[in-house]
């Protein structure tokens, strides 16, 4: 048994394992998406969530494939012309591209890896209509600041904003009242099975989309938003769902709901305090370079000096430790770190104490 920390899929839980074997049980991988046990089961997983994450009234949740997903969704449905990408690092280099893809003119601000963006401070470009943001760079561990997007918000209060919040969502709160539309998948921060987006719309981004399926823009042929709209006011999906990872949502933002945020922040961020102290009385550099920046749910952090990448993981498996990799062109020379709910301090003291173990 793996002491786990990728960013993704995260570890799964034994509580989960044994809703898996319930939902086997109760003959849940079998049920139609038009039964009323279904329909109940759709409707606990909205609440849950909403409750969970305290998203404010007039935001309406809706279920899909993916985070990969919910960018394309955002860009058929709430661009007809431009938007806006603040790009520092993969995820949100591929939210620009989603929307490049499907014909959409694309504004870009990039940083370098590493840094984060001052949205107090940015200006948008004419005829933009859609701010197209990530809160955490899973690849780099950079965050974005909420006092900065709040400042942000407040500056261009008719742009529609949206967020990627992959890595963040579930582990620590966020005020979901900064932003129009916000996404994420369940794998990371929820801890469960991949193959589930969550996309969360305001009455003002849902608007523009139904406007613009009445227009007869190119809102997709599937998942628009009025289409998920339609069926999810009856607690229904247009075609079959995941519907194993709509029952796991249910019972896994239950559970957090009732452990409560405030808890769960606490943890996440006392954790997240340990890695950053551990780290930096080791000398070993974070590559988020400001403090304001770095993420609490993912760290990345440049390999111990004179150890390979092959090396440092074949010797964290060899103590039943799997840590997540580097990505991309960091492959060779960074790890990273899941600090999920998933997680205790007492998993990472053993993580840290293995790795210390390597410079002896």
Same mark, same amino acid.
């Given at each position: 048994m793996y002491l786990t920390f990728n960013v993704g899929p995260s570890a799964v839980s034994?509580?989960?394992?044994?809703?898996v074997r319930e939902a086997l049980d109760k003959n849940v991988l079998s049920l139609s998406h038009r039964h009323k046990d279904f329909l109940a089961m759709f409707q606990a997983a909205r609440e849950n969530v909403k409750d969970f994450l305290s998203i404010p009234d007039g935001y309406t949740i809706y279920f899909v494939s993916s985070a990969t997903e919910c960018?394309?969704?955002?860009?058929r449905n709430l661009v007809a012309k431009k938007s806006q990408h603040f790009i520092f690092g993969s995820f949100s280099k591929r939210f620009a591209n989603t929307l490049k893809k499907i014909g959409k003119e694309t504004v870009i601000r990039e940083v370098e890896s590493g840094m984060g963006f001052n949205y107090a401070g940015e200006e948008i470009g004419e005829g933009v209509e859609l701010a197209a943001m990530t809160y955490t760079e899973t690849p780099t561990g950079v965050s974005l600041d909420e006092n900065e997007l709040?400042?942000?918000?407040?500056?261009?209060?008719?742009?529609?904003?949206?967020?990627?919040?992959? *890595?963040? &969502?579930? /582990?620590?709160?966020?005020?979901? *009242?900064? &932003?129009? /539309?916000?996404?994420?998948?369940?794998?990371?921060?929820?801890g469960l099975p991949a193959g589930l987006g969550v996309l969360i719309v305001n009455e003002r981004a849902k608007a523009k989309a139904l406007k613009m399926a009445e227009e007869g823009k190119d809102v997709g042929p599937v998942h628009s938003i009025a289409n998920l709209e339609q069926y999810g006011a009856k607690d229904q999906t247009f075609e079959t769902p995941n519907v194993l990872g709509i029952y796991l949502l249910a019972k896994q933002a239950e559970r957090f709901k009732n452990k409560g945020m405030e808890q769960i922040e606490k943890e996440t961020r006392e954790k997240a305090a340990y890695l950053y102290n551990w780290a930096k009385s080791k000398n070993m550099e974070v590559h988020a370079k400001e403090e304001k920046y770095r993420a609490l749910s993912v760290l990345c952090v440049k390999l111990p000096s004179g150890v390979t990448a092959e090396e440092f993981h074949k010797q964290l498996n060899a103590k039943g430790i799997i840590s997540g990799k580097g990505y991309k062109d960091m492959?060779?020379?960074?790890?990273?770190?899941?600090?999920?709910?998933?997680?205790?301090?007492?998993?990472?003291?053993?993580?840290?104490?293995?790795?210390?173990?390597m410079g002896k």
């Open positions: 034994e509580e989960v394992k044994n809703d960018m394309e969704i955002v860009g709040e400042a942000f918000r407040k500056k261009y209060p008719d742009l529609l904003i949206a967020i990627d919040i992959v *890595s963040a &969502a579930g /582990a620590h709160k966020i005020n979901f *009242s900064l &932003a129009d /539309a916000w996404f994420f998948s369940v794998q990371k921060g929820f492959k060779e020379t960074h790890f990273r770190l899941a600090n999920f709910p998933t997680h205790s301090l007492e998993d990472f003291k053993a993580l840290t104490a293995a790795i210390d173990e």
